[in-house]
């Protein structure tokens, strides 16, 4: 699959619930209204657009909510398409807030995974419970380690936030280092209309590095993961960090990504709203090759980039929906 603009189409985002057991202040409201299980894809149909993807050229799955691991029977999903790891799928990976780790990461690792991004923006007990609205930070640490022990990498996903948790950056270098994991630092983006106004919290990461440096010794690395990361190597702790900068510096002419939601949208780009629904052409009764010409069809319109931006005087987000429709 290759875009418009001659990139590649590698990577496929996939959302199996608009569901989750948290509210993280900058992903959902605190009221969210959630869909009704007749608009979710079966996991089934999910598999068979997975499958469709890897026909046409995709060889990394990333599986995201909601929270994934809240969905009945999701590691099923994770066991089938972990036989198509090493027969055109290359890697299988998942994107967690961690509650729930604790009890499949044991599953993750025999279906396959060997990856996981847990979302932890802060280290401190009280901080966590405000920022996740009603979470404690226990049962995400208990699940980040149970996956450790299960012999998964782990990579800590932080959403860097002006005055919320920028004071804790060191720290949590500090604390991924000694037990092994990456961290990743993201910008916050203007996706969603929940309560409160984002536009004050927003920290540009060239801010962060240029603080973390005063510290750490960071060194740029030809590090990959498949995403938009660019990785460091801390030199006092041996482990990385990378920084996903959708506003400072779009990574959009590298971009090999669509994201599938649960609903069988697919979105060709994170910041704008073209999209196509696969959910209709599914439930029509559509053959593998009316899949695929649908999917390359859509790919023919990915846009080249995003149009994130931070509006202070409507204090409106770049885009209506929020991140836990998309897919985090």
Same mark, same amino acid.
């Given at each position: ?8 189409? /590698? ?17 959902? =409201?605190?009221?969210? &209204? ?7 894809? =079966?996991? @089934? ?12 050229? /995709?060889?990394? !799955? ?14 099923? +999903?994770?066991?089938? +398409? ?8 290359? @890697? ?8 729930? +780790? ?27 419970? %405000? ?5 404690? !930070?226990?049962?995400?640490?208990? #699940? ?5 022990? %299960? ?8 959403? %860097? ?6 004071? @804790?950056?060191?720290?949590?270098? %500090? ?20 309560? #409160?106004?984002? &536009? ?5 990461? =060239? ?14 690395? @030809?590090?990959?993961? #498949? ?35 649960? /609903? ?6 994170? #910041? ?19 899949? $695929? ?13 995003? $149009?994130?931006?931070? $509006? ?17």
């Amino acid at each position: 699959m290759i875009d418009p603009f001659g990139r590649p189409i /590698t990577y496929l985002r996939v959302s199996v619930t608009d569901r989750c057991d948290l509210r993280c202040v900058y992903c959902m =409201s605190e009221d969210m &209204t959630f869909l009704p299980k007749a608009e979710i894809l =079966s996991l @089934e149909e999910l598999e068979r657009l997975c499958a469709a993807f890897i026909r046409l050229g /995709t060889n990394k !799955i990333r599986i995201t909510g909601g929270e994934p691991l809240v969905r009945k029977d999701v590691i099923s +999903l994770f066991r089938s +398409l972990g036989t198509r790891i090493g027969n055109g799928l290359d @890697e299988l990976t998942v994107t967690t807030n961690g509650t729930q +780790l604790a009890r499949h990461a044991a599953d993750l690792h025999a279906a396959g995974v060997r990856r996981v991004n847990v979302s932890l923006d802060t280290l401190d007990p009280a901080r966590f419970t %405000a920022m996740t609205r009603w979470g404690k !930070i226990e049962k995400t640490l208990d #699940g980040i380690f149970a996956a450790r022990a %299960a012999g998964l990498a782990v990579r800590i996903n932080a959403v %860097a936030m002006k005055g919320v948790n920028e004071d @804790e950056f060191d720290d949590m270098i %500090a604390w991924c280092g000694e037990h092994g994991f990456d961290l990743c630092l993201i910008e916050t983006m203007p996706l969603g209309d929940i309560e #409160g106004d984002r &536009t004050d919290q927003y920290l540009p990461l =060239s801010t962060v590095r240029s603080r973390l440096r005063q510290t750490w010794t960071l060194t740029e690395t @030809e590090y990959k993961t #498949g995403g938009p990361a660019r990785y460091f190597t801390v030199a006092q702790t041996g482990s990385r960090i990378g920084f996903i900068t959708p506003m400072t510096h779009n990574f959009c002419e590298s971009c090999n990504r669509v994201r599938l939601t649960c /609903t069988g949208t697919l979105y060709m780009c994170l #910041g704008q709203d073209d999209q196509a629904d696969f959910r209709r052409i599914l439930r029509a009764g559509a053959t593998d090759a009316d899949l $695929d010409a649908a999917i390359l069809a859509a790919i023919a319109h990915k846009p080249q980039g995003h $149009d994130f931006v931070i $509006d202070r005087r409507s204090q409106k987000p770049a885009l209506a929906r929020h991140m836990s429709v998309t897919g985090g």
